[in-house]
């Protein structure tokens, strides 16, 4: 078989810029490249000399999609860094906004971006044409997230509500009763979305993915936990960077993930799913069984159903915390600055997004490391595309073409997100 390459320049339907490139020679893949060519944003330099009490506000400005897991991992760490522990119907409401965030990022994904791909149409706005129903399904569904996020956080893009200690202002309790209908409906729209996307058809790939993701003994985890993998790794959030590194390759302005010891692994839905099954409430696991999902799942097409599990359990989860709510004296507890390291890591939408800050005395920050989970997933999403021409040489360019596309979209990649960080070496001779 003669040689030939894969490639497609400007990938649609994800958040940032983005191209692969799959090289074939001797009925064999001789090269695969995931590159992502957006400029660095140097968000961990701004963040110096910076108030610690300003991380959550500058953070959420790195992404419209989920700049509540920056603005939770950020103040986690800053409340380890201090010595605080929130805890109560603050850490509740926490979990409550973070609900919001899963719904209208997962909606959004599953609906308008990835939905298209398996049923044959370039984009939403075709699809609508055939299934106008489905359509208008997805964009309730993110504008009942949208909402939630309102609702706490002030606004759903780059909120403002969200502070070192808790919140700037909590909702009454009447204010959270509003989004009881609202959820209910999406509840039984999430429940109707895992039946629609299991009847899909799902290209044949099953990899042995290391799955990492937070853990927690009592819940599903949006952000709290120690950090656990599927291959053995159990540890604190603090240790993380003495188990993962980034390393930068030639072709990508992001760098990727990788475990110190071994290689790439996965971060998202999937390992969530995969390490937390047993923590999801009966409804979501019921669903998961009924689309045909084990406990684990090792098919990254089937991402888009895990992500309609998640949506029933943020559904679920959002009606629980709502209905038990009883509003705290104060927004927030204060939270003295004192000189010290601190780590956050809370589960966005499309993965683990670590963040480590140090601090001194009077509450600057001297240093910011933060680490997307779009960084983490780069050598994976890579692996997957190996793997998956491999065992599809047969396909035309057009079908391989295709699908390459729909596997780093299984990803949901947050292509600018990941382009956080660049090394610079200054030669002076």
């Not at 120690?226 to 540890?235: M, P, Y």
């Not at 890591?345 to 001297?366: F, T």
Request: glycine residues 6%; aromatic residues 10%.
């Amino acid at each position: 078989m003669k040689s030939k390459i894969i490639k497609v320049d400007y990938l649609a339907r994800v958040e940032g810029e983005g191209r692969f490139f799959v090289k074939i020679k001797n009925d064999a893949v001789a090269d695969v490249k995931f590159s992502i060519f957006e400029p660095p944003r140097f968000f961990e330099a701004f963040l110096r000399d910076r108030r610690f009490t300003e991380a959550p506000d500058i953070t959420a400005r790195i992404c419209g999609i989920c700049p509540i897991a920056y603005q939770m991992s950020s103040v986690h760490a800053m409340e380890m860094a201090c010595g605080v522990k929130v805890d109560g119907p603050l850490r509740q409401l926490r979990r409550l906004i973070y609900c919001g965030e899963w719904i209208e990022s997962h909606a959004l994904h599953v609906y308008m971006l990835h939905a298209p791909d398996f049923l044959g149409y370039e984009d939403a706005i075709q699809m609508a044409k055939d299934y106008p129903d489905l359509v208008k399904q997805g964009l309730k569904l993110k504008k009942i997230g949208n909402d939630l996020v309102i609702l706490l956080g002030g606004r759903e893009i780059h909120p403002i509500s969200v502070r070192v200690g808790g919140f700037y202002r909590v909702p009454t309790k009447k204010e959270l009763r509003t989004m009881v209908e609202p959820l209910k409906w999406a509840l039984e729209a999430a429940l109707e979305t895992v039946k629609v996307t299991a009847t899909l058809t799902f290209p044949d790939l099953e990899r042995d993915y290391e799955f990492v993701s937070l853990s927690h003994p009592d819940e599903y985890p949006f952000n709290e936990g120690r950090v656990v993998s599927s291959k053995g790794i159990d540890i604190e959030v603090s240790e993380f960077l003495n188990h993962f590194e980034e390393i930068h390759v030639e072709h990508s302005t992001s760098l990727q993930g990788k475990v110190i010891e071994r290689d790439d692994y996965l971060a998202g839905p999937m390992a969530r799913y995969s390490n937390n099954f047993e923590k999801l409430t009966p409804k979501a696991k019921k669903a998961a069984k009924e689309s045909g999902l084990g406990k684990v799942c090792n098919n990254p097409f089937k991402s888009i159903i895990v992500r309609a599990v998640e949506m029933v359990f943020a559904c679920e989860e959002a009606l629980r915390i709502i209905k038990q709510y009883e509003m705290p004296e104060k927004p927030y507890i204060e939270v003295p600055p004192r000189e010290g390291i601190g780590h956050g890591c809370s589960e966005a939408p499309r993965g683990l997004l670590y963040h480590r800050y140090k601090i001194d005395d009077g509450g600057n920050i001297l240093e910011a490391r933060i680490i997307p989970p779009t960084s983490q997933n780069q050598k994976a999403i890579e692996k997957d595309l190996c793997a998956f021409v491999e065992k599809n040489l047969h396909l035309s360019d057009e079908k391989l073409t295709w699908h390459c596309e729909q596997a780093i979209r299984n990803y949901d990649p947050c292509i600018s997100c990941s382009c956080h960080f660049l090394k610079l070496k200054i030669d002076r001779s």
